[in-house]
């Protein structure tokens, strides 16, 4: 099990990365994307997710990741338990998705190239 500590540590050290606070709710964005996010009550991390894997992963663990709420189907999102989750899971899932929203050259600059 991780801790919302423990993603904000990781988190918040990535280039372009930033925390916000928007109806008390943990943000992260990068410029104005927000990229990971967690639920009112921080048992839940949203994170940026290809639509088009998005069922896979969820298929593959529906104990660990769940639809993000209709309205979010339309973006490149997907929900994880973080009771579920392992550190070593958790940190792939932040980093994936913090290269997901920054330019290569950022990603590549930071040494997280594709894989």
Do not use: C, N
Request: glycine letters at 6%; hydrophobic letters at 45%.
């Amino acid at each position: 099990m991780v801790t919302v500590a423990q993603v904000r540590q990781i988190a918040s050290q990535l280039p372009r990365s930033y925390e916000v606070t928007v109806r008390g709710r943990i943000k992260f964005r990068v410029g104005q994307i927000v990229w990971l996010a967690f639920s009112r009550d921080e048992t839940v991390m949203g994170f940026a997710f290809p639509k088009e894997e998005r069922e896979w992963l969820i298929g593959g663990s529906p104990d660990k990741f769940m639809h993000p709420s209709r309205a979010d189907m339309r973006y490149h999102w997907v929900h994880a338990r973080l009771a579920a989750l392992d550190e070593q899971e958790m940190r792939e899932l932040v980093l994936d998705a913090w290269r997901f929203v920054v330019p290569k050259r950022v990603a590549d600059a930071y040494g997280i190239a594709d894989r």
